[in-house]
């Protein structure tokens, strides 16, 4: 059976666009031709779709713009980012379009294409339109289902998921909240706890000690369990979504229905694209950051956009469309 790839829904991997000239693939690689994708490189291309132009310049805008993404710029300058629309309206066909374009990516190695990461359009499936949690199910694990049917070759399909790994935009990308409603610093909460790295099925009393800090901006919090025999350290950084109001207090809310959250975070914005997408990262790109680059890009990233605000992002987002032609 193939191992899925951990989708990291926290990183910000979002490469970007530059030209190359158009090239026809080939379907030979796939059981399914011909692929129901229409492929188009960004730049010199007078058939870019309408799409392409609006995720291009939602990308210029926020990861790159705001220099959200490490190795964001460096892509954009040499033209390493390939934006693809898929036409198709069957989830089916859009998983044989992200396979072509995986294949393309990671799996010609007499000839390395001349791009590192790419975005596959998704505008006409109305399910995932409507739906973040439809379409982000899809990308997280519908689609690894669909490449198992597809692949007779398990041992082909397994390679390509150690080469890759799968993010989904959408304009309604909402993941990251702030604390539910009435919980502050003092608060004493419920709360699922970190067991190397990985969360606790119970919860435990708690105390909220630290509502912000630059490492996590406002996604995760500082409490300090009562019990830390339960929770192995007494302190701990948790997420907000784990964690729900005391009972004895107020009466217990569940922060895994969406209206009973709190606020939708700016870091939000990072991820929500004008149309669905999924972003096709390679493996090998995410290798040439350690750790400790990667920490520090997002505290800085969280710093920046708790700095900025859904104000001023909107702003960004406003100032007029950059020419993506």
């Given amino acids: ?80 980012l390939r934006y693809v629309t898929a036409t198709s309206e069957t989830p089916r066909d859009v998983a044989v379009c992200v396979q072509h374009e995986i294949q393309r990516l990671v799996c010609n190695d007499s000839e390395p294409p001349p791009w590192s990461t790419t975005l596959v359009i998704c505008p006409h499936i109305r399910e995932w339109n409507d739906s973040f949690p439809a379409f982000d199910r899809f990308v997280s694990h519908d689609i690894w289902d669909q490449f198992e049917q597809d692949d007779k070759d398990e041992s082909n399909t397994s390679t390509i998921s150690d080469d890759i790994t799968l993010v989904a935009f959408h304009p309604n990308f909402l993941r990251w909240h702030g604390l539910p409603d ?100 390679n493996n090998a790109d995410l290798a040439r950051l350690s750790i400790r680059d990667s920490s520090r890009v997002k505290r800085k990233n969280a710093h920046r956009m708790m700095k900025l605000g859904w104000d001023g992002i909107e702003k960004k987002l406003s100032l007029g469309s950059i020419n993506t032609a």
């Fill in 1 to 80: 059976m193939m191992q899925r790839p951990h989708v990291e829904a926290d990183d910000d991997g979002h490469d970007d666009s530059s030209s190359s000239s158009d090239e026809s693939s080939s379907s030979s690689d796939s059981e399914h031709a011909p692929i129901n994708c229409a492929q188009h490189y960004t730049d010199g291309d007078d058939d870019v779709s309408l799409e392409q132009r609006q995720v291009k310049n939602w990308s210029l805008r926020i990861p790159i713009g705001l220099g959200l993404c490490p190795w964001a710029s460096k892509s954009h300058n040499q033209g390493n």
């Fill in 182 to 281: 009435k919980i502050e610093k003092g608060s004493v909460v419920q709360s699922h706890y970190g067991i190397i790295g990985k969360k606790s099925v119970e919860t435990a009393p708690a105390t909220i000690v630290e509502t912000c800090n630059k490492a996590f901006g406002m996604r995760k919090v500082k409490v300090r369990f009562h019990d830390a025999c339960n929770a192995r350290r007494q302190e701990q950084y948790v997420p907000t979504d784990w964690i729900s109001i005391h009972p004895k207090n107020i009466g217990e809310v569940d922060t895994s229905d969406p209206s009973k959250r709190g606020p939708a975070l700016p870091d939000n914005a990072m991820h929500q694209a004008p149309h669905p997408t999924i972003h096709i990262i």
